[in-house]
């Protein structure tokens, strides 16, 4: 049973930056696929990130269309952590943020175990 620990959310402002913390235990990190996704208010859970690694192609990273070139998703195997580093937020990007391990696809139908998440509000 693998449980995830999500960190380093908060009110940040429009343009600004944080980085997202994900701790692993219990499991075999390493055999997951782990994704980001986010929840904002009247709406559905959407992807964000994930990130693979297979043998033949190595690692393998993949954002959603709104945070590619912003967004930046990587793991530390060593340390069983994910990060997502998000640079020039947006209002928009306001949202509760959740780490998942899985099948490392970009639907949540696909992930096993979930963090609690964390909040991140981007406002002036």
């Known amino acids: 049973q693998v449980q995830l620990v999500e960190s380093g959310g908060g009110l940040v402002q429009p343009g600004g930056s944080l980085r997202l913390s994900c701790a692993a235990s219990?499991?075999?990190?390493?055999?997951?696929?782990m994704g980001w996704f986010r929840q904002a208010p009247g709406k559905e859970r959407e992807f964000v990130a994930v990130?693979?690694?297979?043998?033949?192609?190595?690692?393998?990273?993949r954002y959603a269309d709104s945070v590619k070139g912003r967004f930046t998703i990587s793991r530390d195997y060593a340390k069983n952590t994910l990060y997502l580093q998000m640079n020039s937020l947006r209002p928009e990007d306001t949202a509760v943020y959740y780490c998942?391990?899985?099948?490392?696809?970009?639907?949540?139908?696909?992930?096993?175990?979930w963090g609690q998440g964390t909040q991140v509000t981007v406002d002036s």
């Open positions: 219990g499991g075999t990190f390493s055999t997951y696929g």
């Open positions: 998942a391990a899985g099948r490392g696809t970009s639907s949540g139908d696909d992930y096993n175990y």
């Open positions: 990130i693979t690694w297979s043998g033949v192609s190595g690692v393998t990273t």
